[in-house]
T-cell receptor
Framework: DAKTTQPTSMDCAEGRAANLPCNHS???????VYWYRQIHSQGPQYIIH???NNETNEMASLIITEDRKSSTLILPHATLRDTAVYYC?????????????FGAGTRLFVKA | GAVVSQHPSWVICKSGTSVKIECRSL??????MFWYRQFPKQSLMLMAT?????????EQGVEKDKFLINHASLTLSTLTVTSAHPEDSSFYIC???????????????FGSGTQLSVL
């Protein structure tokens, strides 16, 4: 699996956009970028994923650079409940295996 | 969205006893499930891949005789921590993959985790 690099922690003011970067410079052509988050003492929650186009859903937006070597997860209006560890993961989009390896992630603190 | 139920949420047991954790996919079939463990302030560590009807595949360094995995149906996988000791105390999390899905649309869904404390 391709490795990802994320900042250890970030702060964000409540109501402002939270932009979480991720570097995945060794990503392969068939690998997708996935984002999950984990709120304290809970299982990870799926947020969004993409291959090369920008994606948006009800939770967040995902911006992938043209060379696909990095991406940014955007929470448009962060709330206190968005305080969590955010994991950026790359893995093949095939239907076999689908083993997911977690890195250290980014601890996001949303402050009032 | 799809739901993965993990039970129990927490368990306290005496050293030397065995503990079973269940992971169920409630509204979809999961041929593949994964088991993770997580220590405080650390990331999730993949322990094993559980495939329905076959033996589990364990990650390097994970004792298969210590952590018994059974995946007898498309909706249920179990992890049994045998002869548990205090160092086995951890947060255990399962995840399940939908059986069908076009590439990139296959998602993993996670259980809520089980906190195991071995006295």
């Amino acid at each position: 699996d391709a490795k990802t690099t994320q900042p250890t922690s970030m702060d964000c003011a409540e109501g402002r956009a939270a932009n979480l970067p991720c570097n995945h410079s060794t990503i392969s052509g068939n690998e997708y970028v996935y984002w999950y988050r984990q709120i304290h003492s809970q299982g990870p929650q799926y947020i969004i994923h993409g291959l090369k186009n920008n994606e948006t859903n009800e939770m967040a937006s995902l911006i992938i650079t043209e060379d696909r070597k990095s991406s940014t997860l955007i929470l448009p209006h962060a709330t206190l409940r968005d305080t969590a560890v955010y994991y950026c993961i790359v893995r093949p989009g095939n239907t076999g295996g689908f083993k997911t390896i977690f890195g250290a992630g980014t601890r996001l603190f949303v402050k009032a | 969205g799809a739901v993965v139920s993990q039970h129990p949420s927490w368990v306290i047991c005496k050293s030397g006893t065995s503990v079973k954790i269940e992971c169920r996919s409630l509204d979809f079939q999961a041929t593949t499930m994964f088991w993770y463990r997580q220590f405080p302030k650390q990331s999730l560590m993949l322990m094993a891949t559980s495939n329905e009807g076959s033996k589990a595949t364990y990650e390097q360094g994970v004792e298969k005789d210590k952590f018994l995995i059974n995946h007898a149906s498309l909706t249920l996988s179990t992890l049994t921590v045998t002869s548990a000791h205090p160092e086995d105390s951890s947060f255990y999390i399962c995840s399940a993959r939908e059986q069908w899905g076009t590439p990139g649309r296959v998602k993993l869904f996670f259980g809520s985790g089980t906190q195991l404390s071995v006295l």
